[in-house]
């Protein structure tokens, strides 16, 4: 059942919200053992959440529009009193004393949340194998990874333990997961949703976004947890507007490029490039213009990116001490304490972004790496609008390649970098991107195909990512 088929059924008082919430607590007792999609299954308190929503309905109230639907959260969003790890060692014990505001927003709505999702480390990788509690495996292939770094929400809504979850994407984390796992995942225009509460990992390319099975319960979930939040100071002080009503508009009319940067980038394989041409020949069937298009900065986008985040995340990661939060490894002195914990804490991956970043950013460096790096992003920036001068919308791949083998990657770090080569541009120019699964490799696994727009563009962005979805049930 759809999110939307099972809001509908909620508040109209056909289908209890408790029954919804015991059968994907059955569907998640009977495969998370395999899969280990949460780091901690909200049992006890989805079952009192869906009762009150059912209490709410027999009292004559609306729920709201998500209404009895479980929602899965990455591990990186706070929820008040229950622990929120980030898939690290040094948040251990740690609960927040706040929600995040999309938290907020989805119990509000009558969503229920139904577990804290596995990620890698601080979301630092492509396959959810940076975990401190060990990998999540992919649910259509349980020898392959989910990706990530969203890779416990992706799998656990293409395991159908919730039928929408959220993530996060600094480089690709919703949308590159999404694709390995044949789901449909959205990184919105930055500043669209709030960060409040999302622990930082790089506070400029950071943002939010939904996990669905289809691009409708996408779009559901995106329209209840985004617009303006004064807790975040980079949220964008505009109306959410909405994005379902548009979504059946089709794509008559519309300019789309076929970004070649993206099909072109190193280590695609050819099957994602077939994907993306088929996918390019149904938008242009259903009545859209499709050309090839360039945006050439695109290719330093993986260099940039690989300077700014772990410059971002260096500074953001300081926070971690042994004094404010978590794990403390004591020690004589306060300076000892602090380097003992902070070694003990964070994984192998996250002390190289932290040694990366620290490098880039110091005296002497500073002009020639993050300096460098943001003068790129500028020009990605113009690249973009340029090419939007021309066209409503653009494609390309999400993921170079299907889903690969645990452990295939994980001692060469750039070999797994080189997954987020087509997702990282809009992180950078802060703009909308999303994952649709359209077709599969040899291995029968899925791909997805990317669907990126201007920035605020999101009601567009779906149109095009409905119309990729009817022609790939076909
Ligand atoms: N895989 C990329 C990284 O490791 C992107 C991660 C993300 O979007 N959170 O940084």
Known sequence: MSALDVAAAVRSGSRSARDVVEEHLDAIA?????????????????????????????AGRDPGPLAGVPVALKDNLCTRGIPTTCSSRILDGWRPPYDATVV????????????????????????????????????????????????????????????????SDTGGSIRQPAA?????GVKPTYGRVSRYGLIAFASSLDQIGPFACTVADAALLLETIWGHDPADSTSIPTAAGSVLP????????????????????????????AAVERA???????????????????????SAYYLI????????????????????????????MMARTRDAGFGAEVKRRIMLGTYALSAGYYDAYYGQAQKVR???IRDFARAYERFDALIGPTAPTTAFPLGAKTDNPLLMY?????????????????????????DGLPIGVQVLTDALAEPLMFRVARAIEIAAER
């Open 280 to 302: 390019a020949g149904a938008l242009e069937q259903a009545g859209a213009k499709v050309e090839r298009v360039s945006v050439p900065s695109a290719v330093y986008g993986l």
């Open 418 to 442: 080189l997954n987020d080569v087509c997702t990282i541009p809009s992180n950078l120019a802060g703009h909308p991107a999303m994952s649709v699964p359209f077709g599969e490799g040899a």
């Open 104 to 167: 907020e927003r989805v119990v509000a709505a009558g969503g229920i949340p139904i577990g804290k999702t596995n990620l890698d480390e601080f979301a630092m990788g492509s396959s959810t194998e940076n975990s401190a509690f060990g990998p999540t495996r992919n649910p259509l292939d349980t020898s392959r990874v989910p990706g990530g770094s969203s890779g416990g929400s992706a799998a656990a809504v293409a395991a159908g333990f919730a039928p929408v979850g959220l993530g």
């Open 246 to 273: 548009d979504l059946e508009t089709g794509v008559e009319g519309l300019r789309i490029g076929v970004v070649e940067e993206l099909t072109d980038a190193q280590g695609v394989d050819a099957e994602v490039v």
């Open 180 to 184: 390995l796992c044949g789901v449909v």
């Open 378 to 380: 500028t020009l990605i």
């Open 309 to 336: 985040a772990p410059a971002e995340a260096s500074s953001n990661l300081a926070r971690y001490d042994g004094v404010r939060y978590g794990l403390r490894v004591d020690a004589a002195d306060v300076t000892t």
């Open 30 to 58: 009977a495969r998370e053992p395999e899969i280990h999609a949460f780091n901690l299954v909200l049992a006890d308190e989805a079952r009192a959440a869906a009762d009150a929503v059912d209490a709410a309905v027999a």
